[in-house]
Protein backbone atom coordinates (compact mmCIF):
# COMPACT_ATOMS: atom_id res chain seq x y z
CA UNK A 1 0.00 0.00 0.00
CA UNK A 2 1.46 3.53 -0.96
CA UNK A 3 1.20 6.14 2.08
CA UNK A 4 -0.01 9.85 1.02
CA UNK A 5 1.95 12.48 0.26
CA UNK A 6 1.60 15.91 -0.06
CA UNK A 7 3.82 16.30 -3.15
CA UNK A 8 7.03 16.99 -1.36
CA UNK A 9 7.77 12.63 -1.75
CA UNK A 10 11.79 13.42 -1.06
CA UNK A 11 10.71 15.78 2.55
CA UNK A 12 11.34 14.33 5.98
CA UNK A 13 9.73 16.25 8.71
CA UNK A 14 12.29 17.66 10.54
CA UNK A 15 13.63 15.79 14.03
CA UNK A 16 10.76 13.25 13.34
CA UNK A 17 8.03 15.82 13.64
CA UNK A 18 8.63 16.54 17.31
CA UNK A 19 9.08 19.87 18.59
CA UNK A 20 12.46 21.10 18.26
CA UNK A 21 14.28 22.08 21.95
CA UNK A 22 15.73 25.12 22.41
CA UNK A 23 19.20 26.45 20.50
CA UNK A 24 22.10 26.40 22.31
CA UNK A 25 23.88 29.93 22.73
CA UNK A 26 26.78 29.92 19.95
CA UNK A 27 29.83 31.74 20.42
CA UNK A 28 29.87 35.63 19.12
CA UNK A 29 26.73 36.21 19.09
CA UNK A 30 26.95 38.86 22.07
CA UNK A 31 29.36 41.10 19.69
CA UNK A 32 25.83 41.46 17.08
CA UNK A 33 23.63 42.07 20.62
CA UNK A 34 26.30 44.64 22.09
CA UNK A 35 26.30 46.22 18.29
CA UNK A 36 22.69 47.15 17.99
CA UNK A 37 22.19 48.18 21.83
CA UNK A 38 25.37 50.66 21.21
CA UNK A 39 22.96 52.06 18.35
CA UNK A 40 20.22 52.20 19.85
CA UNK A 41 21.66 54.44 22.49
CA UNK A 42 23.45 56.46 20.11
CA UNK A 43 20.09 56.72 17.97
CA UNK A 44 18.22 57.79 21.18
CA UNK A 45 20.91 60.09 21.83
CA UNK A 46 20.45 61.72 18.61
CA UNK A 47 17.02 61.79 18.68
CA UNK A 48 16.81 63.46 22.25
CA UNK A 49 19.36 66.08 20.60
CA UNK A 50 17.02 67.00 17.64
CA UNK A 51 14.08 67.11 19.50
CA UNK A 52 16.02 69.61 22.00
CA UNK A 53 17.42 71.57 19.22
CA UNK A 54 13.85 72.09 17.81
CA UNK A 55 12.52 73.19 20.87
CA UNK A 56 15.29 75.73 21.93
CA UNK A 57 16.97 77.00 18.93
CA UNK A 58 18.36 79.81 20.86
CA UNK A 59 20.65 77.60 22.99
CA UNK A 60 22.86 76.60 19.85
Known amino acids: ?9 SLRAA ?4 VRSARTRRKGSGAAVNANLAGLVIACALAVFLVFALLFPEKF
Open 1 to 9: MKEAHDGRS
Open 15 to 18: HGGC
